[in-house]
């Protein structure tokens, strides 16, 4: 029997992508990543009954898109109002498509009473078929690794969950102008991407497990963020034809050079860019560089920075009962 509430609230956290570890399945698994919840942007979106659908607010065209996917799948009326208060960015790597998908699914799934899991809403909208990085920061948050997609994988499995400390802060350079490979385009360039190198797999999963997890376990921000940076240049590199470099706007990687030159640790791109991230450890140092940046940057007119914290909690659902 389906349970029905009179208005359900969900918030996804936006993510950082810090990157794949075997790209080509050298080791007998593909892709396998890295990445973090942020809480200064996320989806927010609430849903309620209606005489008949609707779906308003930044990003809605995504979203009525879920929301057709969801209820054909799952055989529920879509006489809804779906009011989305907030978005995350689409296209710009912090993962705006999954979050969309798991913040409609996680709402229908509340509102009817389903009882589905986060991953079985996952599997309905085909996310995840790369990375589960965006899975991983709804269930839990903080700092999450994925094992990648094996012979019977349906959705990437978290082998790791850590907090991140609360003195961590990232500093988000955007470039308005673009946006980073997806869909169809992102498919094609994965096809036509290198074989990525069996040794090079290898010495990022050491690097990763014995000295990147370690370091954020005992608050060493400088190893990670050594780790981060280096994986990210593999990683960086080895898109770089298809992305048009190492970072997909040449702003963003000068922003980002100089960023590294004022002490900034974990220096990379996420997803596809074009965003470009990087680390330091204190709120008023973070704070003091991007303002800083902005000044130094003042002329890319498409340019913004901004400071983030990570999230160490996963996508909330908010019911209340009618």
Not at 19 to 37: C, K, M, Q, T
Not at 152 to 177: A, E, G, M, N
Request: net charge negative; hydrophobic share 45%.
């Amino acid at each position: 029997m389906i349970v029905q509430y009179s208005k359900v609230s969900v918030i996804a956290p936006a993510r950082l992508h810090m990157g794949f570890i075997d790209l080509s399945g050298s080791l007998g698994r593909h892709f396998g990543s890295i990445g973090v919840a942020l809480n200064e942007h996320a989806t927010r979106l609430s849903v309620t009954s209606a005489q008949q659908r609707i779906v308003t607010g930044p990003s809605a065209k995504r979203a009525d898109k879920c929301l057709t996917l969801m209820c054909q799948a799952l055989n529920v009326s879509d006489k809804l109002a779906i009011i989305i208060e907030s978005a995350i960015p689409e296209h710009v790597g912090l993962g705006s498509g999954t979050q969309m998908s798991l913040a409609i699914g996680a709402a229908l799934n509340a509102f009817y009473g389903l009882g589905l899991t986060v991953r079985d809403i996952a599997a309905l909208m085909d996310r995840g078929l790369r990375s589960g990085i965006g899975i991983g920061v709804f269930e839990q948050g903080g700092l999450v690794v994925d094992g990648g997609r094996g012979e019977k994988t349906i959705t990437p499995p978290v082998l790791v969950h850590l907090d991140i400390p609360d003195s961590w802060r990232f500093i988000l350079v955007l470039d308005q102008r673009g946006q980073g490979l997806h869909g169809q385009q992102e498919i094609e360039a994965f096809k036509l991407l290198p074989p990525f190198p069996k040794q090079e797999a290898e010495r990022l999963c050491y690097l990763l497990l014995m000295q990147g997890l370690p370091a954020v376990a005992e608050n060493d921000l400088t190893k990670f963020g050594e780790v981060i940076t280096r994986l990210q240049r593999s990683v960086g590199e080895h898109f770089s034809a298809a992305q048009g470099g190492v970072f997909t706007s040449p702003e963003v990687a000068e922003a980002m050079h100089w960023l590294a030159g004022q002490g900034a640790v974990a220096i990379g791109q996420t997803s596809w860019g074009p965003t470009g991230f990087c680390a330091l450890d204190g709120v008023d140092l973070a704070e003091t560089i991007t303002r800083e940046a902005r000044q130094k940057f003042a002329h890319f007119d498409n340019l913004s920075f901004v400071t983030a914290s990570a999230r160490n909690s996963g996508g909330d659902v908010f019911v209340i009962e009618g």
